[in-house]
Each structure stands twice: as C-alpha cells, then as structure tokens.
C-alpha cells in the first residue's frame, strides 16, 4: 500500500486557549490523545510524533498559532492512518479542556479524507470572513480583543456568550446587545460590564465546558435568564431559527419585567408625592 493510500484522512480541530502557549504545547497535548489510545507502552514522551509516523498512525501534523497577551487560538491539521479511527479521536480531542496550564477548548472542524479537505478549508476560511465582517458591519467592536455588539452599552440589559464568533452570529438576527466572556476565563471586563445591567442572560454552548461557565458565572452575578445550546452544540452553530427559539422566551420574560418595575417605580414616586 502507497503512503498516499496509508494517510487518507485528515483530521482537522480548531481550538481557543486562554492563555499564551507555544506551537509544540498545542501539538503534544493533541498527540497525547493519540499516543494513550494506541501506543502507552512506556515509550518516551518526546519521541512521540515519531513513533507515531513510524508505527503508521499519522504521516504529519500542522498547527496554526495566533495569540494575544491573554488567548491563543488556532488549527490542528493531522494526516493519519487507515489504521486509526478518526471520529473516536476527534471526539477525544473534542474533550481536552487544557493546553498546558491553561484553559482550552477544542472545536471539530473536519474529519474526512483527505482529498476534500482544501474544500472545508476554503469554506472554514470565507465563513470566518464573513463573520468578522457582519460583526464590523453590524457596528460591532473590540473591548482589548474582547468582542461585543454595538449596543451592547446603551442597552439595559445584556447577553453574555462564550466567544466572538457568537457574538457575530447573534449579530445576524439583529441581538446587539452582546459581550463575549473570554469562555472559562470569565473576563473581568465583560462581568464588570453585566453587573451594570437590569438584566442579565447568559448564553452558554451545550456541552459539558458551557454548562460550567453558566454554573460559575450563576456564582458570581445575578443571571435573570441561564439558557444552554441543544446538547453538544455550540452556540455559533445553532440555526438561527433555532437561536429565536431559545432566546425568544427568555428576553419576552425579562422585557416584561422591566416594564413592570419601570411600571412599579413610576407608582411608587405617585404615590410618594400624594
């Protein structure tokens, strides 16, 4: 069998890090997944990469760094074998929620052969393009690299969602009123902001890390309205029309209310002055 056909398949993970690693942290911590499902033999760690080409696992691994003071985001591209099973390591990888000593998350982009990937890339490419412009162009803005639409100050009331590219996908049903987190770093400048507010929804992914940013942001302000993703699905990934399903309900309630106290206060101060 040719190299071509043993290394068919790519594997490609997107991820955010918040904090600043390296180009090999990112790479080892993805390999390790590899190397305990199909080696763990007691082999030296920093042989990893290539003991897995030479057992026939993986031909090559690219990663793709971008990082800031605080968050490092970017791509895992990994050509492997027919002998291992690519949706049980991208879900393996899925799960990881650290880079060395920092909180991570790790997003599937493709898995598949090969041979179609350059069209995921192109598609991966122009979509993230795109949402960087419907976040200009919808007036959205950077807080130090920290995203958020642009009444996301004049309103009384906010959501709160993981990250940019939610931001930029509420964005499109017209939800300005928005601040991304900085996901499990909580950012100090997006809570400081929520307490600010009337009212307060958070908008968490559905799975397992997002569930966890909604119990430790419930622990620390006052969340009107905690609404989750369907189950193991992103925020940005959820139909629109979906996105109304879930955020429809939770902003008529908390609306009401404020009408209501608006209502109460203004009943109040008659009352006060009779």
Same mark, same amino acid.
Request: hydrophobic share 35%.
């Given at each position: 069998?040719?190299?071509?056909?043993?290394?068919?398949?790519?594997? !490609?993970?997107?991820?955010?890090? +918040?904090?600043?690693?390296?180009?090999?942290?990112?790479?080892?911590?993805?390999?390790?997944?590899?190397?305990?499902?199909?080696?763990?033999?007691?082999?030296?760690?920093?042989?990893?990469?290539?003991?897995?080409?030479?057992?026939?696992?993986?031909?090559?691994?690219?990663?793709?760094?971008?990082?800031?003071?605080?968050?490092?985001?970017?791509?895992?591209?990994?050509?492997?074998?027919? /002998?291992?099973? !690519?949706? &049980?390591?991208?879900?393996?990888?899925?799960?990881?929620?650290?880079?060395?000593?920092?909180? =991570?998350?790790?997003?599937?982009?493709?898995?598949?052969?090969?041979?179609?990937?350059?069209?995921?890339?192109?598609? +991966?490419?122009?979509?993230?393009?795109?949402?960087?412009?419907?976040?200009?162009?919808?007036?959205?803005?950077?807080?130090?690299?920290?995203?958020?639409?642009?009444?996301?100050?004049?309103?009384?009331?906010?959501?709160?969602?993981?990250?940019?590219?939610?931001?930029?996908?509420?964005?499109?049903?017209?939800?300005?009123?928005?601040?991304?987190?900085?996901? =499990?770093?909580?950012?100090?400048?997006?809570?400081?902001?929520?307490?600010?507010?009337?009212?307060?929804?958070?908008?968490?992914?559905?799975?397992?890390?997002?569930?966890?940013?909604?119990?430790? &942001? $419930?622990?620390?302000? /006052?969340?009107?309205?905690?609404?989750? =993703?369907? $189950?193991?699905?992103?925020?940005?990934?959820?139909? &629109?029309?979906?996105?109304?399903?879930?955020?429809?309900? =939770?902003?008529?309630?908390?609306?009401?209310?404020?009408?209501?106290?608006?209502?109460?206060?203004?009943?109040?101060?008659?009352?006060?002055?009779?």
């Amino acid at each position: 069998m040719s190299g071509a056909q043993r290394f068919k398949n790519t594997i !490609c993970m997107h991820y955010t890090v +918040h904090g600043k690693v390296s180009e090999y942290q990112v790479e080892s911590t993805v390999l390790s997944v590899i190397w305990d499902e199909y080696v763990s033999d007691g082999t030296i760690f920093n042989q990893t990469l290539r003991v897995l080409k030479n057992m026939g696992y993986i031909s090559s691994v690219k990663v793709d760094v971008e990082s800031n003071d605080k968050d490092t985001i970017g791509s895992v591209i990994i050509h492997v074998g027919s /002998n291992l099973d !690519c949706g &049980l390591m991208s879900s393996k990888i899925k799960r990881l929620g650290w880079v060395h000593k920092f909180p =991570a998350k790790f997003k599937t982009g493709y898995v598949g052969p090969t041979s179609k990937f350059s069209n995921y890339m192109t598609s +991966h490419m122009l979509n993230r393009a795109t949402a960087n412009s419907a976040l200009a162009s919808d007036g959205g803005a950077d807080l130090g690299k920290l995203k958020h639409g642009r009444t996301a100050y004049q309103e009384k009331w906010i959501i709160l969602v993981e990250g940019a590219a939610d931001v930029a996908h509420l964005a499109r049903i017209e939800y300005q009123n928005t601040m991304e987190i900085g996901g =499990a770093r909580l950012d100090d400048r997006a809570l400081d902001l929520a307490r600010t507010k009337e009212k307060v929804v958070a908008f968490m992914d559905g799975d397992d890390k997002g569930a966890d940013n909604l119990r430790r &942001l $419930r622990s620390i302000l /006052n969340i009107d309205e905690g609404l989750l =993703a369907d $189950r193991g699905v992103e925020v940005e990934e959820l139909g &629109l029309d979906r996105i109304m399903d879930l955020l429809k309900p =939770a902003v008529k309630r908390i609306k009401k209310e404020m009408r209501d106290g608006s209502r109460k206060s203004r009943t109040d101060a008659h009352t006060a002055e009779i």
